[in-house]
């Protein structure tokens, strides 16, 4: 969806909030930022209508000037790759944000020619704002002191933390330091440490932002949306409070009753349309052949 703005402020709250728990982000219009006397400095926000609340707007990105002049491993490489490829492959560059690699504000060495192609992000985290003396890191390294990027799409598998889980943990400086992941969400504290992420995690199958992964809702709940409606600042919604009878047929005709779990609620404010995804779960003495699966009778109802 979008951020609505029909006040037309330079900067603005938006957020969901479903019971005691929600997401807040910053909404900033397009912002400039320039180096005066060897300082940055950022430009008064001239107000957008609306943001998508997209990653690509989100604090991240490729510093590919810093790229350029350092060298990337895969240039040796490049004469011998498809664009689409060497495109790809940017995205894990040791000059990319391993949070957000397709987002804005990721500034490496602030030279004129970097700062003057830079683009400052439209979505921030209202607790860990950017400013013009936190804005450059010195060093690749250093992307685990840097803001959380904030959108409300899915986090591709590539990026960090979900990478994590999968055993791919992105290159830093330092000793291993405690993540903001791991103390502002129940992460592992030592999710750097490449020796802890059992490759298959079954949390690296889990695609949505830190702030909107819950415990298993009910499917009655309340939702709150501030500033994400075309039609009105604040939406109020129930979740509808049906739960499906969900049935497998197994071994010699026997029906085993599923317990439904609530595993996806996606709301589209722009198209009015709300999604819940539910799915059924059982025990099983063993597990079954991909075969059997697909023969085994099922029966969904309301």
């Avoid at 799409?153 to 400086?173: K, L, Q, S, T």
Wanted: proline residues 11%; hydrophobic residues 35%; glycine residues 8%.
């Amino acid at each position: 969806g979008h951020a609505y703005n029909p006040a037309h402020r330079p900067a603005f709250g938006c957020g969901v909030q479903i019971g005691e728990r929600g997401k807040a982000i910053r909404v900033f219009g397009d912002r400039s930022v320039n180096l005066v006397d060897g300082a940055l400095r950022f430009g008064e926000p001239e107000p957008r209508e609306r943001v998508p609340l997209r990653y690509e707007y989100a604090y991240g990105g490729h510093d590919a000037l810093a790229a350029a002049i350092m060298g990337e491993a895969i240039d040796p490489l490049r004469p011998h790759m498809r664009e689409q490829d060497a495109d790809a492959a940017a995205l894990w560059s040791i000059f990319a944000y391993p949070r957000n690699p397709i987002g804005r504000g990721w500034l490496i060495d602030p030279t004129p020619e970097a700062v003057e192609q830079l683009r400052l992000p439209n979505l921030e985290d209202p607790t860990d704002l950017l400013t013009p003396e936190t804005l450059a890191v010195g060093h690749p390294g250093r992307w685990v002191e840097r803001p959380l990027p904030q959108a409300c799409e899915w986090v591709d598998h590539g990026w960090f933390p979900r990478c994590a889980f999968w055993g791919i943990v992105p290159p830093y400086v330092g000793e291993a330091p405690r993540a903001s992941e791991c103390t502002r969400f129940t992460l592992p504290a030592d999710l750097l440490d490449e020796q802890h992420p059992p490759e298959g995690d079954p949390r690296a199958s889990c695609g949505a932002a830190l702030d909107l992964q819950f415990p298993y809702l009910r499917g009655d709940e309340t939702v709150t949306l501030h500033a994400l409606s075309p039609r009105t600042q604040r939406l109020d919604l129930r979740l509808p409070g049906e739960r499906p009878r969900l049935e497998l047929v197994i071994r010699a005709g026997k029906v085993v009753r599923l317990k439904p779990l609530l595993q996806t609620v996606l709301i589209e404010p722009d198209a009015d349309r709300l999604t819940l995804v539910w799915r059924g779960s059982t025990h099983c003495r063993r597990r079954y052949l991909e075969e059997e699966l697909a023969a085994m009778p099922r029966r969904a109802g309301w």
